[in-house]
C-alpha cells in the first residue's frame, strides 16, 4: 500500500498547527494567515525528510529541519506580540506533532 503524502500533509500541517495553537494560545489568531503557509512548510520538510531518509546523512537532516523551524520561527517573530521563547516553544510543539503524523505514515507501508 502506498502512502497518500497528499492527505499526509494535510494531516501533518493541521496537527503542527494545532500543536502550536497550545503554546500560541490568541496569538495564533494574530499569524494565522503567514504561520499557516509557513506550518505547511514546515510539513513539507518533514515529508521530504522521510521519503529520502535513506539518502540523506544525519547532517543533511538536522540541516533541513533546522533551517526550517528557524523560518518558521522568523514568521512568528515578525509580529510584535510574539517572543523569540514563545516562537521556540511554538515551533518545537508543532515539529513534534507534524513528526508523529509523518512517521505513523512511513510506518504503515512496512
Same mark, same amino acid.
Request: hydrophobic fraction near 60%.
Given at each position: 500500500?502506498?502512502?497518500?503524502?497528499?492527505?499526509?500533509?494535510?494531516?501533518?500541517?493541521?496537527?503542527?498547527?494545532? $500543536?502550536?495553537?497550545? /503554546? *500560541?494560545?490568541?496569538?495564533?489568531? =494574530?499569524?494565522?494567515?503567514? @504561520?499557516? !503557509? #509557513?506550518?505547511? %512548510?514546515?510539513?513539507?520538510?518533514?515529508?521530504?525528510?522521510?521519503?529520502?531518509?535513506?539518502?540523506?546523512?544525519?547532517?543533511?537532516?538536522?540541516?533541513?529541519?533546522?533551517?526550517?523551524?528557524? $523560518?518558521?520561527?522568523? /514568521? *512568528?517573530?515578525?509580529?510584535?506580540? =510574539?517572543?523569540?521563547?514563545? @516562537?521556540? !516553544? #511554538?515551533?518545537? %510543539?508543532?515539529?513534534?506533532?507534524?513528526?508523529?503524523?509523518?512517521?505513523?505514515?512511513?510506518?504503515?507501508?512496512?
Amino acid at each position: 500500500m502506498a502512502i497518500d503524502w497528499g492527505a499526509t500533509l494535510k494531516l501533518a500541517a493541521t496537527s503542527g498547527i494545532a $500543536a502550536a495553537e497550545g /503554546v *500560541l494560545h490568541t496569538e495564533l489568531a =494574530i499569524v494565522a494567515p503567514a @504561520a499557516k !503557509a #509557513a506550518f505547511g %512548510a514546515l510539513a513539507q520538510t518533514a515529508i521530504e525528510i522521510e521519503i529520502e531518509r535513506a539518502t540523506f546523512s544525519p547532517s543533511d537532516i538536522k540541516l533541513l529541519e533546522d533551517n526550517q523551524k528557524l $523560518a518558521v520561527q522568523n /514568521v *512568528l517573530l515578525g509580529y510584535q506580540d =510574539i517572543g523569540i521563547v514563545v @516562537a521556540e !516553544a #511554538a515551533v518545537a %510543539a508543532a515539529w513534534d506533532a507534524i513528526m508523529a503524523v509523518v512517521t505513523t505514515a512511513a510506518k504503515t507501508v512496512i
